[in-house]
């Protein structure tokens, strides 16, 4: 036996106890430290980690100086009382309602019961002011997405992207009945145009994949823990991209007219990109993007008001799209006149 401090004999209930009190008490321990705190292996500690999460407790891990530290997600009783101005609430309220796109979440729910919370302590004289808050600010959503297929299953995600828990995802295919299986390290929720999109490590597919939350038919929570590399920053998987498509970027140049040049020219398209004017007041905007068909998709949402200058294959693109347009629309006119000249006595 080593000398030093006496051995603990800690039954595994005494050591969840353990480390229950030693999470509550410290801002964070490694595996080693908890380990040394209750004289077992690192292997056993992460056993006794995963049965304080089924016991209801909240754990997060994050890396501090090269470490991986444990502490609780939520430390209520430590948390002073917060107050609010009324500049501060109406923020808070804008934050709310450019969260309407999150409707048929559990998102939109636990944010429903935070501002019911709110609303509870507020003094009776605040009343009439809330009201008015709540009302500074209108959301105007076209084209909503519809959560309910995947809603069940956005608890378990939760779960797994506080906890960093490897998940099994069924998926179903663009367009199609069929559904697909994933095994997924889930990073980063992804929020774009009113979608919520989940970017996460795909084993099976070999690289990071973009998942349409309205699209997950089940998540199955698995025990196994992930790290997420120390190099990864979500933006960047995004920052060439114009959208969401991250291909290869392209050099790209459009003119837009001078009766829409100022509702361009004072928007950020993407970043490091150039605006120039010429005597017309036509505006050229430049930058570098990737991903085609969403370049294509805005510059056609000016119709007349954009011209493509480069590259040639986007003008090509742009032009086939107009040209099938245009018969699409002259077929539907030959068929209104066709079917008139036949209701001719």
Same mark, same amino acid.
């Given at each position: 036996m080593l000398k030093g401090k006496p051995a603990k004999k800690y039954s595994q209930a005494g050591r969840l106890h353990s480390i229950i009190r030693l999470l509550e008490t410290r801002r964070g321990?490694?595996?080693?430290?908890?380990?040394?705190?209750?004289?077992?292996?690192?292997?056993?500690?992460?056993?006794?980690?995963?049965? /304080?999460?089924?016991?209801?407790?909240?754990?997060?891990?994050?890396?501090?100086?090269?470490?991986?530290?444990?502490s609780f997600l939520a430390r209520s009783r430590n948390l002073p009382p917060i107050t609010f101005t009324l500049p501060q609430l109406m923020s808070l309220y804008l934050l709310r309602s450019l969260g309407a796109h999150l409707a048929g979440t559990p998102f939109q729910a636990e944010i429903d019961e935070l501002f019911k919370s709110i609303h509870s302590i507020l003094p009776d004289r605040h009343a009439a002011h809330l009201e008015r808050i709540a009302r500074v600010s209108l959301p105007l959503l076209h084209g909503a997405r519809d959560y309910s297929p995947s809603a069940p299953f956005v608890g378990d995600l939760q779960k797994a992207l506080l906890q960093q828990y490897r998940i099994r995802l069924n998926y179903a295919k663009k367009g199609k009945d069929e559904i697909e299986d994933y095994e997924v390290d889930p990073y980063t929720l992804v929020f774009h145009k009113g979608g919520i999109y989940l970017l996460g490590n795909a084993h099976n597919r070999s690289g990071m994949r973009l998942f349409a939350l309205e699209r997950i038919r089940g998540v199955e929570v698995t025990r196994q823990r992930f790290e997420i590399p120390d190099s990864y920053q979500p933006e960047a998987h995004f920052s060439s991209a114009f959208g969401l498509v991250s291909?290869?970027?392209?050099? /790209?140049? /459009?003119?837009?007219?001078?009766?829409?040049?100022?509702?361009?020219?004072?928007?950020?398209?993407?970043?490091?990109?150039?605006?120039?004017?010429?005597?017309?007041?036509?505006?050229?905007?430049?930058?570098?993007?990737?991903?085609?068909?969403?370049? /294509?998709?805005?510059?056609?949402?000016?119709?007349?008001?954009?011209?493509?200058?480069?590259?040639?294959?986007?003008?090509?693109?742009?032009?086939?799209?107009?040209?099938?347009?245009?018969?699409?629309?002259?077929?539907?006119?030959?068929?209104?006149?066709?079917?008139?000249?036949?209701?001719?006595?």
């Amino acid at each position: 036996m080593l000398k030093g401090k006496p051995a603990k004999k800690y039954s595994q209930a005494g050591r969840l106890h353990s480390i229950i009190r030693l999470l509550e008490t410290r801002r964070g321990l490694t595996l080693d430290e908890l380990a040394e705190e209750c004289d077992v292996d690192r292997r056993t500690i992460h056993r006794d980690l995963n049965a /304080v999460e089924q016991a209801g407790y909240s754990l997060t891990a994050e890396w501090n100086e090269g470490k991986k530290v444990y502490s609780f997600l939520a430390r209520s009783r430590n948390l002073p009382p917060i107050t609010f101005t009324l500049p501060q609430l109406m923020s808070l309220y804008l934050l709310r309602s450019l969260g309407a796109h999150l409707a048929g979440t559990p998102f939109q729910a636990e944010i429903d019961e935070l501002f019911k919370s709110i609303h509870s302590i507020l003094p009776d004289r605040h009343a009439a002011h809330l009201e008015r808050i709540a009302r500074v600010s209108l959301p105007l959503l076209h084209g909503a997405r519809d959560y309910s297929p995947s809603a069940p299953f956005v608890g378990d995600l939760q779960k797994a992207l506080l906890q960093q828990y490897r998940i099994r995802l069924n998926y179903a295919k663009k367009g199609k009945d069929e559904i697909e299986d994933y095994e997924v390290d889930p990073y980063t929720l992804v929020f774009h145009k009113g979608g919520i999109y989940l970017l996460g490590n795909a084993h099976n597919r070999s690289g990071m994949r973009l998942f349409a939350l309205e699209r997950i038919r089940g998540v199955e929570v698995t025990r196994q823990r992930f790290e997420i590399p120390d190099s990864y920053q979500p933006e960047a998987h995004f920052s060439s991209a114009f959208g969401l498509v991250s291909d290869t970027p392209m050099k /790209v140049r /459009v003119r837009f007219s001078a009766g829409i040049a100022h509702a361009v020219r004072d928007r950020i398209w993407m970043p490091g990109q150039k605006i120039g004017s010429d005597v017309e007041g036509r505006v050229v905007v430049e930058f570098e993007a990737a991903g085609q068909m969403e370049l /294509v998709s805005w510059i056609l949402s000016y119709g007349i008001h954009a011209e493509v200058l480069e590259p040639a294959e986007l003008r090509k693109e742009v032009k086939r799209q107009v040209k099938e347009m245009r018969e699409m629309y002259r077929g539907k006119a030959k068929t209104k006149q066709m079917t008139a000249s036949n209701l001719l006595p």
